[in-house]
């Protein structure tokens, strides 16, 4: 029994997602195989599925999809976008603007509505485009903007659509599990979340929630495109686990025992609890990063996400000497900025297993030693204090 | 540090796949993450790309796809076959018969080979069926058809198509790593496999060979449908780990380090000498099976697989009851037969960590104790002596 | 993060301990560490503790000694053994005759009762040396004898002890969790036995329960011999433990874990009810052995341990090349005889997690292959066919 | 598969020992029996054994020896002390102290020399002693004094005693590993350390290394005293190990598979790195508290020690408190002061997995946040940047 080859794992990843993960994730990876048509595996399924309904707070089955997240994303649109249908979509970020291509990708007349990627959308602008475009079928958005740091107000963006009869597509992939998602009460349609961000557990899945109106449409669009109702992309295999508790493609086993971890951590701690861990180990970063004197990215407070934190890097570093010093001689991993924003900033990643004040005061120390070290003081009493004091709140 | 909930782990699972996996490849899975965007995991990755050349056999790339294994086989037909295509589909099985609607799916004109899924395509029917239809475009057959345990001549039929310049579309899923496969030498176009079956690793991807033929036709068939080309399902977006070594989504770490681990297994212990184990390990079981007096379900010898046995299950004995007694005082997962073969057949997989001579003679054992237990005597003695000197051979 | 070097690992040990143990254990024991003067530690060991008293069948505690079993032995003799005690010794296997030095070590006037190897001590034998020495303070025995697999009458020997005042010291390394013990209604005054064996953990501790009387005599012999009281071979120390919570010693924090995780099993699996699995192993592998045409070594069925079964090695096979070729072929590990033994007996363990039907068979099934392969054959039908009938019963 | 009970594990701990391990240790633990009479066992013994004598610099074999560390250390004096035999005991803190009365268990007439556990004892210091007590046999004292977290000379003690001529028995438990030590070069004549401080492995085992001057004492004083020569705490039943390969008990193998890997660790980084990571953090620790206004236990930079770090509690601070809030808040367990120090002191250990600067940043970080937090504010800025600015030297 021979590792010819295993990777250098850094001390502590606090990235832009996937961060360390929690030990009980990864002491159950372990496991031996259960086969998927076992009474044993799908009682597994049926427990991970009540865990998941649980957390994202709705009475219908989460699918456990297998595929990165932009699976379920593009799930949605293969489902619920038929071509012509106009598609409103909400960029504040990358990941949103990027969305855009998915739904013309499926033949979606898109408005988009474009904010600057530091800030959100208001709910009055998603009013004033749902004014403008009464005839809108869906609107997408990102809950929580990985790339940017920031926040979308999906409850109130998602009521206004419920009323409106507009199906919602809602990228929360960092969202749940570290904000509030209530996918009954708000009216969301389609919710997709990964186990790699907030729930701490390891990449690979897309956990996506379902309406029964987008049920219903989905079925529509599928009838009506001709589009391959067997696919990969589309719902409708997904039936025979929402009925009769039959996965329909070979689960992936051991990510599933990782997930059902997480969800153990989860259910045990609580729903709000978990959230709430996450919301202090947010305000407990924005607190010391500000009291070191450095400025964040995002422009208000009330738009900062809870799972990550941008910071502008400040004049006269540079962010690849400052993060390559965190690696080699800090043992920590955090995130540069995507796109336009390469250089322009650094994230930090406190979810899952990270959303902690010991980790939040590990990344602030060794942030600003290296910055110290690098040649911009900064005021390391004041930001361990403020980001302790934050949580103490 | 609390586990709620935990499966039932059988002592052995010797089914259809995934069957038990190799201590390796669990003890792999519990590495702690490392960041997909660093250098570290990189490498980790060209490693695994390296390994799984040499274990197809080409200079091309395998991509590493997250999802199941029926995923890279869709994206096959989504990137290969235009509206209108003739496309050849060779159905010796379950398997087989279902590619059929993939293509059809995507506006394939299918011309359907059918056999009884007891026996193997011939070449000479391949040919025929290629004469037929000399404006046939894409070929695409199963190589181990896992539902009936059987094999189809995989590099006959590919030398063939590829002289004809016809593309081929292989399921190579319970193939790759249990049988040859040549890739390059045989002119093989598109061949899936998963890291659950003979890599003895975790279910969760696909792992998909492209010829250069191959991605040349997947360029023109999205430019003239205009199907969507970033899709989850467009081999496009994969030109960036090709050219280079970005790997367009975020990866599914912990199965790669699984996979990584497996491949350490092959790579040490050499492809050649794996395939043999695995040729080894399926001999011993027929040869057992039959000194047993039982009847394999596969017509001939050179038609089946090396990673999975069929049985016939003896008249008067009922397969639920038999896989039930097997599960609960043998401690041994097998797998029952599929559709119209349920009831009829029993599968015993000998894939990865169980393709082994102790692993052969504890599922007879066991099998055969079983069917005694149930009132249908067999001789044992004969069985794992026939076993043991197969093995021998 | 890489390993220079692993063991090969066989795919199975049947041997006489350690076997291949539990997967939970191994799961266990990659717990991160928790400092042995915490809360959370001292309630971990509290519950070992609970389990460990309830697997002896006592109200007292059993002390968890950190080395080899033979520790716990010696300490016996260390604290209840005075120069020139009359120490009755019954030897009916190496570990047995071994004991006597120890005895002896310590001052005791050791009379030996010794029987063949391949037998066990009879109570009447028993009574005889007791008459014959009125005087005797302590009497000693092995009850179940790994090296010749056979178990003496513990019940009748503590009880009859007790009744006389003589103290008993029992080295049960390979007879808790496997055989009835019950420490309090057996009057037994110490008794020892290690995670390795029955329980299924891993080796490193000596599990020692001591009576009432046992420790009243202990801080005797201590003041009268004069014998250094806080030696790493003195009960004593152990008092904080068993009075207020406190381990002596750093504690083998992850033996710890293994073996809450073993007791974890076998307290949901219920202590009669593992007995009962050993019982059966036992029965099933020695029903095998002989309708197998092979001799059992111990000469009588009420001779013979749970634990592990001794199988003479038939005329003209060497047992170095069978066992060799066990490991080499078959996967599986087993003992070969101790001293005069060897070459005369092997030994197939059937302890912890390898007390199944499944092992069992997997071993019979592995060893007549063998044999037949070393040209002497042996009846797997009817060797099979015994066991999972004694299985059954 | 169920776990009914699992500690709860802090996110980091910082203590005297053992602190959090290795990762790569941890998994190691997890691997499946090897049984110890097989040549692979042996072999990975072997390898073991190497690493040690390079780890001790020394062509002798160190003993790997199960139990607590302790027991080494008794086994230096059954060995090595005769009745009447003068041993000077240098006693600078507890455990020092404490080793008095072992070698008076064995009969020694003890000369202490006795230094407030704040300090370390001087070469002079020690030559007088010597001066007066020319019949001195053995002198023992500790390396490493974990309670008080000082350092005692041994190279100087060492040399001075090998060319008198007095055997020398060290207490290097968290020494070796973290600071140097060149057994044969100094002339030591036993050495014992644990895996379960600077080595970063799990508690359980005492490796001893024994000078061919010790082990030739050590077979006159056990015939001339008629100690037990089979005793566990005898030396001479390891002769078989170092002549012959043969480990005389069963050795505790998943210990043995935990310390291979942290010798591999050690081997991979090299001998003097990891001392000089360990000499790195206790630095960067020390100039970290001494910026932020806080007092170090010990007198003298020259004699603290490279593995732990002693604090003085300020005035009006509870370390019950202090240390309580780091449990529960900050996720880092750190050690109060054993005896007359409990309540005066806390100590932070970084050895082997936490000599990271990393982990310094955040013991440092947490402890003063948690001091900010009880009213005694500190320096934070100053700390920090002290730590990273000494690391850095």
Same sequence: chains 1, 2, 3, 4.
């Avoid at 929630?209 to 589309?234: P, Q």
């Avoid at 890097?313 to 900025?337: A, E, F, K, Q």
């Avoid at 690098?374 to 004091?389: F, K, M, R, S, Y």
């Amino acid at each position: 029994m021979t590792y010819a080859f295993r990777p250098h794992v850094p001390e502590l990843t606090m990235a832009s997602g996937p961060c360390s993960i929690y030990p009980q994730v990864l002491a159950a990876m372990g496991t031996q195989m259960v086969h998927h048509r076992t009474d044993d595996f799908v009682n597994l399924m049926r427990s991970v599925s009540d865990d998941l309904s649980a957390l994202f707070r709705t009475t219908t089955r989460v699918l456990p999809v297998e595929g990165e997240s932009i699976l379920g994303l593009e799930m949605a649109a293969y489902n619920l976008v038929e071509p012509g249908d106009v598609c409103i979509n909400l960029a504040s970020g990358y990941y949103g603007a990027g969305y855009a291509k998915v739904l013309r990708g499926y033949g979606g007349d898109v408005v988009d509505v474009a904010v600057p990627y530091n800030t959100s959308v208001t709910i009055e602008q998603v009013r004033a485009v749902l004014d403008a475009h009464p005839d809108a079928k869906v609107l997408a958005f990102v809950h929580s903007e990985t790339p940017s740091a920031s926040e979308n107000p999906m409850e109130a963006i998602c009521r206004e659509c419920h009323e409106r009869g507009v199906l919602t597509i809602v990228d929360s992939v960092s969202g749940v599990g570290g904000s509030d998602v209530r996918f009954d009460e708000w009216g969301v349609d389609v919710c997709v979340t990964g186990p790699q961000k907030c729930l701490g557990s390891t990449p690979g899945m897309s956990l996506v929630a379902v309406s029964d109106r987008a049920w219903e449409r989905a079925r529509r669009v599928i009838a009506e495109t001709g589009r391959y109702e067997r696919s990969y992309l589309c719902l409708l295999p997904w039936r025979s686990w929402v009925e009769r508790d039959y996965v329909p493609y070979t689960p992936p086993i051991s990510s599933i025992y990782g997930l059902k971890a997480a969800l153990d951590i989860v259910m045990s701690e609580g729903v709000d609890a978990v959230i709430a861990r996450h919301a202090t180990a947010a305000r407990a970063t924005r607190a010391g990063i500000r009291a070191m004197g450095l400025d964040l990215w995002v422009d208000d407070e009330a738009n900062m996400a809870n799972s990550v934190t941008a910071v502008a890097v400040p004049d006269g570093i540079d962010d690849t000497v400052l993060r390559g010093l965190m690696d080699d001689r800090y043992g920590l991993h955090i995130s540069g900025g995507l796109g336009e924003e390469a250089g322009r900033l650094v994230r930090i990643g406190h979810m899952g297993y990270t959303a902690s004040l010991q980790k939040v005061l590990t990344a602030l120390g060794a942030f600003g030693s290296a910055l110290n070290e690098l040649g911009h003081p900064v005021d390391l009493t004041a930001g361990l204090e403020a980001a302790a004091g934050a949580a103490a709140k």
